[in-house]
C-alpha cells in the first residue's frame, strides 16, 4: 500500500473512532470522551491529511520529471541523428572529391605557440 493511501486510511479510522467514542460516551453516560483524546484523534487525522497531500504532490513531481526526462531523451536522440549524419555526408563526399587514395587526417594537436615550430 503507497504512503498516500495508507496515511489515508489511518486519517479514516482515526476520525471514525473518535466519532464512535464521542456518539458512545454519549449515549452510555451523557458526555463526551475527555478533551485529550479528541485532540489525539484530530491531530492524528491531521496530520495523515497533510502526509497524503505531500504523497499525492510527490507522486505527480515524480511523473513529470520522468515525462521531461523522455522528451529531452528523445529530443537528444533525435539531434544526434540528425549531426551525425551531416558529419558522415561530410567525410564521405570530402573521400569522393579526392579519390580512394586520400586519407582523412584529424587536425594536429594544438601546441605551445611559437616554442614548437
Known amino acids: ?18 466519532a464512535t467514542g464521542n456518539a458512545v460516551t454519549l449515549v452510555v ?5 475527555p478533551l485529550l483524546v479528541n485532540l489525539f484523534a484530530l491531530t492524528t487525522a491531521g ?3 497533510v ?11 515524480n511523473d513529470r520529471v520522468s515525462a521531461l526526462t523522455e522528451f529531452l531523451v ?14 558522415t555526408g561530410f567525410v ?7 579519390g580512394q587514395e586520400a586519407a582523412v587526417v584529424p587536425f594536429g594537436r594544438r601546441g605551445r605557440g611559437a616554442a614548437e615550430r
Open 1 to 18: 500500500m503507497t504512503l498516500k493511501w495508507l496515511a489515508v486510511v489511518v486519517a479514516t479510522v482515526s476520525m471514525t473512532l473518535c
Open 29 to 33: 453516560d451523557g458526555g463526551q470522551l
Open 47 to 49: 496530520t495523515a491529511v
Open 51 to 61: 502526509l497524503a497531500v505531500l504523497a499525492e504532490l510527490h507522486d505527480r513531481l
Open 74 to 87: 528523445a529530443r537528444l536522440d533525435e539531434i544526434e541523428s540528425r549531426a551525425g549524419d551531416r558529419n
Open 92 to 98: 564521405e563526399g570530402y573521400l569522393l572529391s579526392h
